[in-house]
């Protein structure tokens, strides 16, 4: 492969790795997903298992990193949805404000 395609799958593969974590800090900070949708975030966790297997096949090992890193955010982002919405549950059938300890 030449040098130009390498650098762009490295470069590809590096934007790709990052473009979820400013969601992951601005949902960290608010406590709230509720403007994410589960359905997009597991269609991502799939696409991005995919590209990497197929990726891994034909050795195009620039991407596979990314594609790695990125499933872990997108899984970072699915968890943390999931206990903000059951921490939201907590505070709607109590009726009394519920704060999560800072980690």
């Not at 090992?61 to 594609?67: E, F, T």
């Not at 872990?72 to 921490?87: A, N, T």
């Amino acid at each position: 492969m030449s040098l130009p395609f390498t650098i762009a799958g490295y470069l590809g593969s590096s934007i790709l790795a990052v473009q979820l974590i400013p969601q992951i800090v601005k949902s960290y900070k608010s406590k709230s997903t509720q403007d994410l949708s589960y359905t997009m975030l597991f269609l991502n966790i799939i696409g991005l298992t995919l590209i990497t297997s197929y990726n891994t096949s034909i050795k195009a090992y620039p991407n596979v990193g990314g594609a790695i890193f990125s499933v872990g955010v997108s899984l970072s982002l699915m968890m943390m949805k999931m206990v903000f919405e059951r921490e939201q549950q907590k505070i709607d059938t109590t009726g009394e404000s519920y704060k999560m300890e800072e980690v």
